[in-house]
């Protein structure tokens, strides 16, 4: 492949065949990255908590917050990472739908970001730009995969510490 003349690439290419097999493969990495933080968090919050409940120091507790709030970034971390790489895959499909993918797209793997531009007339539109990990961990924070799950443990900690310890 010459890059300095890139060649328009089609559905049937093989090479883009493997580009997206890449692809897939990285996003379903992040995923299961995700979820293993997960469980790894529940994991190592009981162990805490059953530790600290045998030693009868009930204050102890909020020691558990520590690996829950880590969890949780690392787990948001995660998730925008899969994010960025599902525009990253979403992008290069429309390319080729629209016979705009050329060489030149191909095993560029990097994660993007979507940014809507609203125009004059009210309509929206999707423009690609570069991933900023900053920006997709705090939008992955509030996503449905994260909050409700940590917020949840917390809540569950926190009602232990106060009822049960």
Same mark, same amino acid.
């Given at each position: 492949?010459?890059?300095?003349?890139?060649?328009?690439?089609?559905a049937e290419s093989s090479a883009a065949h493997k580009y997206l097999d890449i692809l897939q493969g990285v996003?379903?990495?992040?995923?299961?990255?995700?979820?293993?933080?997960?469980?790894?968090?529940?994991?190592l919050v009981s162990a805490i908590a059953v530790v600290i409940?045998?030693?009868?120091?009930?204050? =102890?507790?909020?020691?558990?917050?520590?690996?829950?709030l880590l969890f949780c970034f690392l787990d948001a971390y995660y998730l925008g990472l899969e994010q960025g790489f599902r525009v990253t895959y979403n992008d290069f499909v429309k390319k080729m739908q629209n016979s705009a993918a050329t060489t030149k797209d191909l095993f560029v793997i990097i994660p993007r970001g979507i940014t809507k531009k609203h125009q004059a007339d009210g309509s929206t539109t999707l423009e690609i730009k570069s991933f900023d990990p900053v920006e997709g961990t705090l939008k992955a924070l509030v996503s449905f995969a994260v909050y409700?799950? =940590?917020?949840?443990?917390?809540? @569950?900690? @926190?009602?232990?510490?106060? @009822?049960?310890f």
């Open positions: 492949m010459n890059v300095s003349n890139p060649q328009p690439v089609t996003i379903s990495r992040m995923a299961s990255n995700s979820a293993n933080c997960k469980s790894l968090c529940i994991t409940t045998n030693k009868e120091r009930s204050s =102890y507790v909020l020691i558990t917050l520590i690996p829950v409700p799950f =940590y917020l949840t443990l917390l809540g @569950l900690l @926190l009602l232990g510490r106060f @009822l049960v």
